[in-house]
């Protein structure tokens, strides 16, 4: 029997693009997520934020980052200016600006154009029908609350405001078969696991090697333990596999340290290019 491309699944493990395909594609964007399933990923990574009129947009700040974005006129933002607050806009205002045409220093690569932030909404609904229309397997999308940090000078709503405007929303549009929320931020995680036992959690740690300490500290056991790689070795995997839990290392952007990743074990990698991930 000849099966069409689409359905031969490319990747033994969960490849995840990070931000959709920031190294390809301006980040948190519809054409970063669609150039990931593309490209064979099978999770969607994402950042939130919320508008001032109650809309939840993908955005890794929760200001217009001077780095990746335009001001409605088309000017640079200085570097240090963070007052282009998204929580203090509408999502009228936020669509004025560009963050999508700047040259990224840090990827080069990517193909630059106009890009807004997108509505969480429009993301699932191109996603899926782009899916459907291509053969592809339904993506899995693992999204991330960033409700700290504290005392940075910018708005954030507060983890209960903000984790139960995005499980209401996500539990209306697509529920939670195939997805899961991630934090780096013990509050959202205890707090999502309390209210909504439901919702499958991935804890989002910098440093591997404190993995029982960030365990106790959290007080149960999420579905996934999501560390920067660096630190990963193969006891710690084995470890964390014993109790339960899917690895899953960010953000992980060369094919030598995917490779060393793949072989301690891990479930998955999140990385900015799905295009140097091995196919294995
Ligand atoms: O999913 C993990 C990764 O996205 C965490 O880092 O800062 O890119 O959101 P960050
Ligand atoms: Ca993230």
Same mark, same amino acid.
């Given at each position: ?183 780096? *931020? #013990?509050?959202? @995680?205890?707090?999502?696991? %309390?209210? !909504?036992?439901?919702?499958? /959690? +991935?804890?989002?740690? &910098? ?6 300490? *960030? #365990?106790?500290? @959290?007080?149960?056991?999420? %579905?996934? !333990?999501?560390?920067?790689? /660096? +630190?990963?070795?193969? &006891? ?45």
């Amino acid at each position: 029997m000849v099966f069409p491309l689409s359905v031969i699944a490319q990747f033994s493990y969960d490849l995840q693009g990070h931000r959709g395909s920031r190294g390809l594609m301006p980040e948190n964007t519809i054409p970063a997520m669609i150039k990931a399933m593309d490209l064979g990923v099978m999770t969607l990574e994402m950042d939130l934020a919320v508008t001032k009129d109650g809309q939840v947009i993908l955005s890794h700040e929760p200001f217009m980052n001077p780095v990746i974005c335009l001001t409605p006129n088309r000017d640079e933002i200085p570097m240090d200016d963070h007052s282009h607050n998204i929580y203090q806009m509408t999502y009228a205002e936020v669509l004025a600006y560009d963050c999508g045409s700047k040259v990224h220093p840090g990827f080069p690569q990517q193909v630059k154009f106009f890009a807004t932030k997108p509505l969480l909404r429009d993301v699932f609904e191109v996603a899926e029908k782009y899916a459907k229309d291509m053969g592809l397997p339904a993506p899995r999308y693992n999204i991330e609350i960033k409700s700290s940090p504290e005392g940075d000078g910018v708005y954030h709503p507060g983890v209960a405001e903000f984790s139960d405007l995005v499980v209401k929303l996500i539990s209306e549009l697509i529920g939670w078969e195939r997805v899961n929320i991630q934090s780096f *931020d #013990l509050r959202v @995680l205890k707090y999502i696991h %309390e209210k !909504y036992p439901e919702v499958p /959690l +991935a804890m989002l740690v &910098e440093n591997a090697s404190r993995y029982q300490q *960030d #365990l106790d500290e @959290l007080g149960f056991v999420p %579905e996934f !333990y999501s560390p920067y790689f /660096l +630190a990963l070795d193969k &006891e710690i995997v084995e470890s964390l596999h014993q109790k339960g839990m899917k690895v899953v290392p960010w953000t992980v952007n060369t094919k030598e340290q995917m490779e060393r990743l793949l072989d301690l074990g891990v479930d998955g990698i999140i990385t900015d290019y799905p295009n140097l991930a091995p196919k294995r």
